[in-house]
């Protein structure tokens, strides 16, 4: 049984760089079948897509966001990170971490980020 | 304001059917691009319901079921129950903004 659970602070500072882990049990992160995402939802509003990586390390990530965008692949320890640049109170949301492969059919339960002085 | 757009809302009583539309353009649902659904409960993570236009993942029942046109797709939900309340979102990939979008939610209301 496939299992993701991201990880991370739950409080970031306006202008700093938000760094969430997500760490997968039951599958390869190297598997080619698979890419892995992130995805977010404000408070109250729906879902936007980040981006995602691919096993060899691909990235395709969201135009709106691109700019201050990374994700990466830990392979020695079966997770994928997501590193966000100079956040604002925009980026205040639930940040979920998923696997897709025609869809994203498997979600971490979500880890809440908040951005405030 | 999302590229694909559902009804903010819809609302049925127990054992009737209900669907949700998701409306969407020539770079997404018209260029041919699948549409996959999701069942969201508050505060946790979305559950896959349909993916590939209409296939159901395993455990997902019969009376729920998922269908494209053109521009357009539909998720229908027969037998409707309790415990069918949730938010619904549908998802596709958009070439014109070269990204995987959601649509706006349909929240469904059991009454």
């Known amino acids: 049984q496939v299992q993701l659970a991201e990880s991370g602070p739950g409080l970031v500072k306006p202008s700093e760089t938000l760094s969430l882990t997500c760490s997968v049990s039951?599958?390869?992160?190297?598997?080619?079948?698979?890419?892995w995402g992130w995805i977010r939802q404000s408070p109250g509003k729906g879902l936007e897509w980040i981006g995602n990586i691919f096993s060899g390390g691909t990235t395709y990530y969201n135009p709106s966001l691109k700019s201050r965008v990374t994700i990466s692949l830990d392979t020695s320890k079966n997770q994928f990170s997501l590193n966000l640049t100079s956040v604002t109170a925009a980026d205040t949301a639930l940040y979920f971490c998923?696997?897709?492969?025609?869809?994203?059919?498997?979600w971490g339960q979500g880890v809440r980020v908040t951005v405030s002085s | 304001q999302s590229v694909l757009t559902q009804p903010p809302s819809v609302s049925g009583a127990p054992g009737q059917r209900v669907t949700i539309s998701c409306t969407g353009g020539?770079?997404?649902?018209?260029?041919?691009?699948?549409v996959h659904w999701y069942q969201q409960f508050p505060g946790t993570a979305p559950k896959l319901l349909i993916y590939?236009?209409?296939k159901r993942p395993s455990g997902v029942p019969d009376r729920i079921s998922g269908s494209k046109s053109g521009t357009s797709a539909s998720l229908a939900i027969t037998g409707l129950q309790a415990e069918d309340e949730a938010d619904y979102y549908c998802?596709?990939?958009?070439?014109?903004?070269?990204?995987?979008?959601f649509g706006g939610g349909t929240k469904l209301t059991v009454l």
């Open positions: 998802q596709s990939y958009d070439s014109s903004l070269s990204a995987w979008v």
């Open positions: 998923a696997r897709r492969h025609n869809a994203f059919d498997r």
């Open positions: 590939g236009n209409y």
């Open positions: 020539n770079a997404n649902l018209g260029a041919g691009y699948d």
């Open positions: 039951g599958d390869s992160i190297i598997n080619n079948a698979y890419y």
